[in-house]
């Protein structure tokens, strides 16, 4: 003898698994998931009559319980986003000036890193070294500058007394 089943609501079982996949896949995906609610109540509904039209037939639920369960939580995750979303959109009014402070700052940063380089080049051919080593301190380059400054009055003050 041969056992028939019955599969009553199979179709609609893995019509609610695939949608329920698909509603989990965007769910996971920021700002994508508000859209998923909507797959995901799909989902749910295919599932729950599935599963209605099972349960008169003694028919196997596997497949219907599994996509319920991963539309349930698929659509819990997305649920989750709108809440997310709305306490992101709550703070954005503060995000403007947070982010132009932010940036004003690590522009300076950087310049003052800039202004604090030190480069060095050296270069090694046949035994021969050459080594360049040079700084944009502003400091530095100031305190040459004087000193190159007071050299030459020293030697002006010099060249007039010659004379």
Known sequence: MEEVTNKTGQNLGIAALITAIITFVLAVIPCVGLIAIIPGI????????GLSQAARN?????????GLIIAIIASLISIS???VAGKIAQKAD?????????????????I???????????????????EINT???????????EDLE????????TIQMEK
């Open 112 to 130: 003052r890193e800039l202004e604090d380089a030190n480069i060095s080049i050296k270069v090694e051919s046949d035994g021969e070294t050459v």
């Open 94 to 110: 503060k995000w403007p000036n947070e982010i132009q402070n932010i940036i004003n700052d690590v522009q300076d940063n950087v």
């Open 81 to 83: 986003q709108v809440f």
């Open 135 to 145: 700084s944009t301190n502003k400091k530095d380059r100031e305190n040459k500058l």
């Open 150 to 157: 007071e050299d030459n009055t020293k030697k002006d003050d």
């Open 58 to 66: 003694d028919a196997p639920r596997g497949v219907l319980i599994a």
């Open 42 to 49: 799909i989902a749910i509904v295919l599932a729950s009559v």
